[in-house]
């Protein structure tokens, strides 16, 4: 899968750390300033490659808090 090594670095660093998926968009995209498009194919790709982590046990998801405007919190998992 697409950027799951990434994935994988910047969340085992910090094991006991929650990370926002704008956290994990970020790194994936280098830091760098991209546009919409480019932003949400990277957001769609990570989210299948933090599914496939997850079923695999790797990665614990919490869904969010609020019923409108939340947002899920993703931890890797020891």
Do not use: C
Not at 40 to 58: C, K, N, P, T, Y
Not at 65 to 70: E, K, W
């Amino acid at each position: 899968m697409l950027y799951v090594s990434e994935i994988s670095d910047l969340m085992a660093a910090y094991p006991g750390r929650d990370f926002k998926m704008a956290e994990i968009v970020r790194y994936v995209a280098g830091g760098k300033r991209v546009n919409a498009r480019t932003r949400h194919a990277i957001r769609v790709s990570a989210l299948r490659a933090l599914q496939g982590l997850r079923d695999e046990g790797f990665v614990l998801v919490r869904p969010p808090r609020a019923a409108r405007g939340g947002f899920a919190l993703y931890r890797w998992r020891p």
